[in-house]
């Protein structure tokens, strides 16, 4: 069974950087993707960033593309979030997910972490 724990959310202020990460465990992941998602108060959940466990191709939403970078590092079985130049838009629980390459549905998620982000 795949856990997912993140870690390294908290209060920044605008413009700041802040980096989450998310530690995975219960089977290898050579052939999962992994992602980012968010939702802030009264919003739907919202994709963030992914990443392909093996060869490391990422993807990136439109709102983050160019502030934010998706990194893993398979030997500590950890995913990051690096966010840089961020904004009040940002602030949201965080949430780490995985899935299989082969599906379209991510069917791991974590606890989620808040990040909150004053002007």
């Known amino acids: 069974q795949v856990q997912l724990v993140e870690s390294g959310g908290g209060l920044v202020q605008a413009g700041g950087s802040l980096r989450l990460s998310c530690a995975a465990s219960?089977?290898?992941?050579?052939?999962?993707?992994m992602g980012w998602f968010r939702q802030a108060p009264g919003k739907e959940r919202e994709f963030v960033a992914s990443?392909?466990?093996?060869?490391?191709?990422?993807n990136y939403a439109d709102t983050v593309l160019g502030r934010f970078t998706i990194s893993r590092d398979t030997s500590k079985n950890t995913v990051y979030l690096q966010m840089s130049s961020l904004t009040t838009e940002d602030t949201a629980v965080y949430y780490c997910?995985?899935?299989?390459?082969?599906?379209?549905?991510?069917?791991?998620w974590g606890q989620g972490t808040q990040v909150t982000v004053s002007s």
């Open positions: 997910a995985a899935g299989k390459l082969a599906l379209v549905e991510y069917d791991a």
């Open positions: 219960g089977r290898t992941f050579g052939s999962y993707r």
């Open positions: 990443i392909v466990w093996s060869g490391g191709f990422t």
